[in-house]
C-alpha cells in the first residue's frame, strides 16, 4: 500500500476528527498532497491541498475549520476537522500529484450525526 489513510469515524456534530495519510516517500517528497471527500449520492470533490513548502487551498465550505498540514521527514499528511457538520459525512481519500501523476489511497469513513 502506497498511500494509508487512517482516522475516520463517528462524531456527533460540533465534533473534532483528525484524518491521517502516511505515503511512501517517492509519492509524498515532491508531491501536492490533497484531501478529497465523497458524501452519499454525490460526486468526489477538493477538500484541502497543501504544496511542498506548506501553502494551502481549502474549499469554501471547510475554511475556517478544517486545517491541512504535513510532516516531510514523516511522509505524513494530516487533516484536522473541527466544528464538524452532518454535511461533512463523506468518504475521506487522500491523493498524491506529482509529475502529472495522481496516486489515491483508499478511504476512510467520517460520519458525523447525533
Known amino acids: 500500500v502506497q498511500l494509508q489513510a487512517s482516522g475516520g469515524g463517528l462524531v456527533q456534530p460540533g465534533g473534532s476528527l483528525r484524518l491521517s495519510c502516511t505515503a511512501s516517500?517517492?509519492?509524498?517528497?515532491?508531491?501536492?498532497m490533497g484531501w478529497y471527500r465523497q458524501g452519499p449520492g454525490k460526486q468526489r470533490e477538493l477538500v484541502a491541498l497543501i504544496t511542498t513548502g506548506g501553502g494551502t487551498y481549502y474549499t469554501d465550505s471547510v475554511k475556517g475549520r478544517f486545517t491541512i498540514s504535513r510532516d516531510n521527514a514523516k511522509n505524513t499528511v494530516w487533516l484536522q476537522m473541527n466544528s464538524l457538520k452532518t454535511e461533512d459525512t463523506a468518504v475521506y481519500y487522500c491523493k498524491s500529484s506529482q509529475g502529472g501523476y495522481d496516486y489515491w489511497g483508499q478511504g476512510t469513513l467520517v460520519t458525523v450525526s447525533s
Open positions: 516517500r517517492s509519492l509524498f517528497s515532491a508531491a501536492v
